[in-house]
């Protein structure tokens, strides 16, 4: 069942894409009408895109607009493609959902490419593959031994690839879901989970935003089996393929290492045979 978002977010939502209209951006006002078979979008001229807006360096509203490494990459092979590109944020468990069921055209939300995924949508190649951790108080006991998170109350994004992969990476504790991340990091902040199993690179942001907690990360597992890819409905072959070959063009022209310089400052930056396209393993 498709979960519906809450008043707030459809809130947040249009007032994202008013600004964006505003600011003659590229996820401006919507052209034309009717859809447009040959790029394999509901409105010509226009790429309609689902993603987050509170996952830091994702997706995420900054004055009034959405940016992150999502959005102005996404933004960036929309123009390859020749679209403009307009955004709605949803919960990330209902992303997947919403793009099959024709509410927009595309989700770019870090979304890790799985067999069961699959099931559900299609997938671009990969364009995005990094680390996930445990964010955790000093006091926690969890350490980089696994058997150390066994009982503890661990927080995970409902949906995400942490969701999924649980049972696999982080055995015998006790799984907290949590719809969004500002949700999970307040449950950690207020000692109501013992940490949270998520991205690397926002829990890092989320460190720096309670200073005084000390949060670190003591135990990470690379995630380059499921790297991140662009969703698109069942079938919709046309996108899949427009989007795998901008994909290449915005990592061709410097952009995809650009964008990843700026918004993952201190991860390990990938050499010349490790950029994208990535295989999907799972």
Not at 161 to 180: L, S, T, Y
Request: charged fraction near 20%; hydrophobic fraction near 40%; glycine fraction near 12%.
């Amino acid at each position: 069942m498709r979960k519906v978002p809450t008043r707030r977010t459809a809130l947040l939502a249009i007032a994202l894409a008013a600004a964006s209209a505003a600011a003659g951006c590229g996820s401006g006002a919507e052209a034309g009408s009717g859809g447009d078979k040959a790029a394999g979008v509901a409105r010509a001229g226009v790429l309609k895109v689902g993603t987050t807006n509170n996952v830091r360096p994702y997706a995420y509203a900054e004055n009034g607009k959405l940016t992150g490494f999502e959005i102005e990459l996404m933004d960036a092979a929309a123009q390859k493609i020749g679209l403009r590109t307009s955004y709605v944020a949803l919960d990330f468990s209902a992303l997947l959902p919403a793009v099959n069921n024709r509410q927009f055209d595309v989700v770019s939300a870090a979304v890790g490419i799985t067999a069961q995924r699959r099931k559900v949508v299609d997938f671009s190649d990969g364009y995005l593959a990094g680390y996930l951790g445990v964010l955790t108080r000093p006091d926690s006991g969890i350490t980089s031994d696994a058997a150390s998170v066994r009982g503890k109350r661990i927080a995970v994004l409902q949906g995400s690839i942490q969701d999924a992969n649980a049972g696999k990476f982080v055995p015998g504790a006790e799984i907290v879901r949590f719809p969004d991340s500002n949700s999970a990091d307040l449950a950690l902040k207020n000692r109501r989970v013992d940490g949270f199993f998520n991205d690397f690179e926002p829990n890092l942001a989320i460190a720096k935003k309670y200073p005084g907690l000390r949060l670190s990360q003591p135990f990470t597992i690379p995630s380059t089996d499921h790297p991140a890819g662009w969703g698109v409905r069942k079938g919709n072959t046309v996108l899949v393929g427009r989007l795998n070959g901008a994909l290449r063009q915005v990592v061709a022209d410097g952009t995809w290492l650009r964008l990843y310089r700026k918004y993952f400052p201190e991860s390990p930056v990938p050499g010349a045979g490790q950029l994208p396209p990535y295989t999907a393993k799972g």
